[in-house]
């Protein structure tokens, strides 16, 4: 029986495993514990060895009880004893109510108004909680800081939002001011190269071309101050471990901004920052294994600018190759100009999957989650975390409560339940358009990968400016 359900489990683990796909290369970081970003990590069941010392888990054991030999003149210490086993009976009690409100709790990630009866769930257990972590206390800061800006109660900034979800991985030690300075730098070398052109400072679509040129192309601006030319060489597509399976660094807009070289994730949140620093109006969008910018000229039309190859493309170009069905376009899924509120809620995501790298899967990733599906329902990654967070508690439920096949969980309604959840999840996932790539496909795109890697061999980076 236990191999039946095992295979009940893998047949729906397979239709995230092609979400996991869905998010691998997108460049949006991932992880199984410390594993792959973009995407979410397959989760495994967890090991106990890897559980918080001074954790009980399952039933704890019943005191032995030694009743005393002979007769009357042992009552006082037999009353003695039975007072101390109804003592320990109470503390036992006690601490299984407390093991099942925190798995309540867990559980109420998930549908936040409900909640959960475990009282008749055997060996109810704590999940993983971290909150006691060297380092926790930056992960909440961040997050308090990009929710303010959700709710109104601080300004805006895709910059300051970005900068706060990296530098956690860092342990906050990212310097600000050299991070907002090179940001400026560049933006005055985008000014400056319209002012020497003559162009129209105000218009929009100027500032977003030049920026375009700036970050895709070979740029030459004269130093004003100077007899010289700076060059700046453009971004390039960093081929090595792209979705920062190996390093998580690689997906991060602070190593694009030092390196010059980035994928998906990291070149448009760049464009976006510097647009943003510039005044004008430039859009996230996301398409099947892919992020991209979108910005609208004076008369309405779209237009796709495609960092990673320095082209501009239509929407039919993204649709081409048919993982984008009509819902997903109605529901506004792919190819969808974010809001800048909506796009925070997004960096929240990626907030949540650095804090999963850095210790592990808790209620703080459910919160960053739960928070920007609050913000933006539609969100296709914050819908899938919230299946895999059911996938990881359904994983540690049945491997700590002896859960072995489907008829178990009748004993254990929190497995039952958890069970409900990622089913109920993988169906709205599905119902809202979303297609999963083909596993032939992403194998092709790996070999792609895998050739261009060897194209570029081991040379030297290419230097980021130079000034002649």
């Known amino acids: 029986m236990r191999k039946g359900f095992v295979r009940i489990i893998s047949c729906r683990t397979k239709t995230f495993n092609f979400i996991f796909l869905f998010l691998s290369l997108t460049g ?101 909680d971290f909150r006691r972590a060297d380092g926790v206390e930056n ?152 992020s991209f910018v979108k910005i609208q000229d004076p008369l309405g039309t779209w237009h796709n600018l495609e960092l990673t190859c320095g082209a501009i493309l239509s929407d039919q170009h993204y649709m081409y190759g048919g993982f984008i069905k009509s819902e997903a376009l109605r529901k506004n899924i792919y190819l969808y100009p974010m809001t800048k509120k909506e796009l925070l809620a997004d960096i929240l995501l990626d907030l949540a999957l650095i804090y999963r790298h850095t210790y592990g899967c808790d209620r703080f990733f459910a919160m960053c989650y739960n928070t920007a599906l609050e913000f933006d329902p539609k969100n296709i990654r914050a819908n899938i975390f919230k299946g895999i967070y059911a996938q990881y508690i359904l994983s540690y439920i049945c491997a700590h409560t002896g859960v072995e096949t489907p008829d178990d969980m009748e004993d254990c309604p929190a497995a039952k339940r958890a069970w409900q959840l990622y089913r109920k999840v993988e169906d709205e996932i599905y119902a809202r358009g979303f297609e999963p790539m083909p596993q032939e496909l992403y194998q092709l795109w790996l070999k792609h990968v895998s050739e261009e890697k060897a194209k570029s061999g081991n040379q030297n980076m290419k230097m980021q400016y130079l000034v002649k």
């Open 28 to 128: 949006f970081f991932c992880m199984e514990s410390k594993g792959q970003f973009p995407g979410i990590p397959v989760i495994t069941t967890p090991k106990p060895a890897t559980l918080q010392p001074n954790v009980i888990i399952g039933n704890s054991p019943q005191p032995a009880v030694s009743y005393p030999q002979g007769h009357h003149h042992y009552l006082p210490d037999t009353r003695q004893r039975n007072e101390q086993i109804i003592e320990e009976a109470r503390q036992h009690e006690l601490q299984r109510q407390n093991r099942q409100k925190q798995l309540q709790e867990a559980i109420a990630d998930f549908e936040p108004q409900r909640g959960l009866n475990f009282v008749n769930c055997r060996n109810a257990i704590p999940l993983p």
């Open 139 to 290: 992960f909440h800061r961040a997050f308090d800081g990009i929710e303010k800006m959700l709710t109104g109660e601080a300004p805006v900034s895709i910059k300051d939002a970005v900068f706060m979800a990296e530098n956690t991985f860092y342990g906050n030690s990212l310097n600000y001011d050299d991070y907002d300075q090179s940001i400026r730098r560049d933006v005055e070398l985008c000014n400056a190269r319209i002012r020497q052109l003559k162009l129209n400072e105000d218009d929009p679509m100027v500032k977003a071309m030049m920026l375009f040129h700036f970050l895709t192309d070979t740029f030459e601006v004269q130093l004003s101050a100077h007899e010289k030319t700076l060059v700046h060489y453009p971004m390039t597509y960093d081929y090595n471990d792209p979705g920062g399976k190996e390093d998580i660094t690689k997906v991060f807009v602070t190593k694009l901004m030092t390196e010059n070289t980035g994928q998906c994730n990291s070149m448009p949140k760049r464009f976006l920052i510097m647009a943003e620093e510039m005044g004008f109006e430039a859009h996230f969008a996301t398409a099947p294994l892919h």
